[in-house]
């Protein structure tokens, strides 16, 4: 069995834990950002529209920053201001909605979820962390945590990437901050330290305090509200060795915890040391050949094929130009044929490699895939009969293009 973590990085005394809660919840309470989804998770009355609109703030902000995020919420919460509303949507509205946002699968299962609400729970959302995990479809042990603290008082932590930084430095926490033994602490951790009485309160102000003071770079140490506790400030300020040894003190090489001996603490680095990660796997690369095809619309306008992508994978259910994954290495020669025969059977009559114009390249970068899109563009004379047994497809005004449901991606293409 591994070693449990020494005492050093836990919180053990109760008057130290009742500090820093206090410390946190009051620095939150003057300095906390005006989000409107805070705003409307204090104002609502309702605990269903109360843990509506905090469900979708947290889905919208995994992976995206906030800045990005308002603007898409209150769009959102106009448009779908309930479940039962967001429940009677189309998946081809909620993903023109989403559009830009990224990770498109997000919103696909907000909208199953908030279906079963209504159609299996009678339009009620599950009040625990245990039930909303359980329950809903997209809801991860996070998101379920902070629904249930900050819209029905339930007394449980939440670790997200914030989160960890803050209690890693905390705690000097040096080990892989991504193993499932250090997240199994961390959580452990965030339930011991959250605050009984205003437990929506001190979430938020755990994940506040490591958006906006203990960042990842040049984080603002003078400004945290709970540097008195904080062991990287200390071990900064004061050194490597505490002037009284601790009994409680890690001992060598045995601590699941502790920075691995490989790397010891870096003093240019002070509360940056921590918290560590496992290098990163670099993205696969992948190449993409696209083609705008174009053709006079009846108005005199041009207009652009788009088809739609299936609906599992990658960007699922979104509209696309006709587009062919390709091998890599391949010549341009090669490409222009494969690409001409992937249009072909769009098309049903031939197209000629050669009548493709080369435009350039997109380069797209997703969390795991570094994407090349190889743009051609392809002027057509007279009328296309597509198949229809093939994906869905349209022809759409430059207008209807933005407005449609289309990635970042295509938008760049």
């Given at each position: 069995?591994?070693a449990p ?21 009051a620095w939150y309470d003057r300095c906390?950002?005006?989000l409107?989804?805070?705003t ?5 009355s309702?605990?269903?529209?109360r ?6 703030s947290?889905?919208?902000l995994q992976?995206?920053q906030?800045?990005t995020v308002?603007?898409?919420?209150n ?7 309930t479940?039962?509303?967001l429940a ?5 509205e ?19 979820a908030a279906r079963k609400v209504?159609?299996e ?10 039930d909303?995990?359980k ?5 991860g042990?996070?998101?379920a945590?902070?629904i249930a ?6 007394a ?8 960890i ?8 926490i040096g080990?892989d901050?991504?193993s ?10 965030a339930n011991v330290?959250?605050?009984?009485s ?12 490591g ?14 509200p ?5 062991r990287?400030w200390h071990?900064k300020l004061?050194g490597?060795?505490p002037?009284v040894p601790?009994?409680?003190?890690c001992g060598?090489g045995?601590?699941p915890l ?9 003093s240019?680095?002070?509360v ?8 990163k796997?670099?993205?696969r690369a ?9 053709r006079?619309?009846?108005h005199g306008a041009p207009e652009?094929l788009i088809?739609q992508?299936?609906?599992s994978g ?5 509209w696309?130009?006709?587009?062919l ?10 490409e222009?044929e ?6 072909q059977?769009w098309?049903?009559q031939p197209?000629a490699a050669?009548g493709l114009r ?8 997703f969390s795991h895939?570094?994407q090349?899109y190889v ?5 057509l004379?007279?009328?296309v ?13 430059e207008?209807e ?6 990635s970042?991606a295509m938008k760049k293409v």
């Amino acid at each position: 069995a591994p070693a449990p973590p020494p005492a050093r990085h836990l919180f053990r005394d109760p008057a130290e834990v009742e500090a820093l809660r206090g410390n946190l919840l009051a620095w939150y309470d003057r300095c906390k950002r005006d989000l409107p989804w805070r705003t409307l998770a204090a104002t609502e009355s309702d605990a269903d529209r109360r843990g509506y609109a905090v469900w979708v703030s947290e889905i919208m902000l995994q992976q995206t920053q906030v800045a990005t995020v308002i603007d898409y919420y209150n769009r959102w919460m106009q448009k779908w201001p309930t479940l039962q509303a967001l429940a009677q949507a189309s998946l081809e509205e909620v993903n023109e909605l989403w559009a830009g946002l990224g990770y498109y699968s997000r919103g696909k299962r907000l909208q199953e979820a908030a279906r079963k609400v209504v159609s299996e729970l009678a339009g009620r959302m599950p009040r625990t962390a245990e039930d909303l995990q359980k329950l809903l479809p997209g809801v991860g042990r996070y998101t379920a945590g902070a629904i249930a603290s900050i819209s029905y008082g339930q007394a449980t932590g939440v670790v997200d990437g914030n989160v960890i930084r803050v209690l890693c430095r905390l705690r000097c926490i040096g080990a892989d901050s991504s193993s499932p033994a250090v997240i199994d602490q961390l959580w452990e951790m965030a339930n011991v330290l959250v605050d009984r009485s205003r437990p929506g309160d001190f979430n938020q102000a755990l994940m506040e305090l490591g958006a906006t003071v203990c960042v990842p770079k040049a984080p603002l140490c003078g400004e945290c509200p709970v540097k008195q506790h904080c062991r990287a400030w200390h071990r900064k300020l004061f050194g490597n060795r505490p002037t009284v040894p601790d009994v409680e003190d890690c001992g060598v090489g045995d601590c699941p915890l502790c920075p691995p001996a490989t790397e010891p603490w870096d003093s240019s680095l002070g509360v940056t040391n921590f918290p560590r990660k496992a290098a990163k796997k670099p993205p696969r690369a992948m190449r993409t050949a696209t083609c705008v095809l174009e053709r006079r619309g009846s108005h005199g306008a041009p207009e652009y094929l788009i088809v739609q992508r299936p609906s599992s994978g990658l960007l699922a259910g979104l509209w696309e130009f006709p587009s062919l994954l390709l091998a890599q290495d391949l010549q341009e020669e090669k490409e222009r044929e494969e690409l001409a025969d992937h249009l072909q059977a769009w098309m049903g009559q031939p197209v000629a490699a050669k009548g493709l114009r080369f435009i350039g390249e997109v380069i797209h970068i997703f969390s795991h895939i570094y994407q090349t899109y190889v743009v051609y563009s392809l002027p057509l004379d007279g009328d296309v009969t597509l198949d229809p047994a093939l994906s869905p497809s349209r022809w759409v005004t430059e207008d209807e293009f933005h407005a449609s449901a289309v990635s970042t991606a295509m938008k760049k293409v």
